[in-house]
């Protein structure tokens, strides 16, 4: 079956513009959750879609970083004005419901601020 | 708050033996989940191993073993048998769970290298 994903797989855009990055999840997975990854470094937790709840947004570095969900599928996040320090992967994961469910991670959206 | 220690940045094992990676984390839930991870250079995360806390025995998936110490606070894996293939980064991660539902939090990874 189809696993999570995230387009696009590159993106290289200059300091200042904005950037939309895209997560499709495992059909019916009802939690989504958005990570940033630098080079070499562990996962920083971003934010986390659980149905219909309102979203875990405590890790989103700052107020350019917002991030929605559609219809329960598919998420979007945005990097307004992006910084240099905003390069990264960022890697997007879905999981059903449950403590014991595991992550299935999506490839990675590669960002580099010029 | 969540909190995930892994004191380990890097890692040597020779092929064939065994190794352990250490892990331990802060909750204040009575109720979580661990949760180890391997991602190889390609970049992709691949699910090892799950460990509940109220389970009682540790956790096993082939070759992969979870020493869980729960009064320690600590998860560590341990893998058997060292293959060449099993040069990775490893990351800890855990879910506590509530009203909110279930927020996951890694800890920085360890890179493991094994020799021939």
């Known amino acids: 079956g189809a696993g999570v994903s995230q387009s696009p797989s590159n993106k290289v855009t200059e300091k200042g513009k904005d950037v939309e990055l895209r997560c499709d999840p495992i059909?019916?997975?009802?939690?989504l959750y958005w990570y940033r990854q630098s080079l070499g470094q562990g996962l920083e937790f971003l934010i986390y879609f659980q149905g219909n709840s309102a979203p875990d947004k405590s890790g989103l570095p700052s107020d350019r970083f917002s991030a929605e969900r559609t219809g329960g599928s598919v998420s979007t996040l945005t990097i307004q004005r992006t910084q240099q320090e905003d390069s990264a992967v960022y890697l997007c994961?879905?999981?059903?419901?449950?403590?014991?469910?595991?992550?299935?991670f999506g490839d990675g959206t590669r960002l580099s601020i010029l | 708050a969540q909190k995930i220690t892994q004191t380990q940045p890097g890692m040597f094992v020779q092929e064939k033996e065994a190794v352990t990676l250490d892990c331990t984390y802060d909750t204040s839930d009575p109720s979580y989940g661990l949760f180890w991870y391997k991602q190889p250079s390609s970049g992709e995360m691949i699910f090892l191993i799950y460990?509940?806390?109220?389970?009682?025995q540790n956790a096993t998936e082939g070759r992969y073993s979870l020493n869980f110490q729960k009064a320690r606070k600590s998860a560590n894996l341990v893998i058997s048998a060292s293959q060449l293939g099993d040069s990775a980064m490893y990351f800890c991660?855990?879910?506590?769970?509530?009203?909110?539902?279930?927020?996951?939090?890694f800890g920085a990874g360890t890179r493991l290298f094994v020799k021939a």
């Open positions: 460990q509940g806390s109220y389970d009682q």
């Open positions: 991660a855990m879910r506590e769970g509530g009203a909110g539902g279930f927020k996951t939090i």
């Open positions: 059909s019916g997975h009802t939690a």
């Open positions: 994961a879905s999981s059903s419901t449950g403590r014991d469910q595991p992550q299935h």
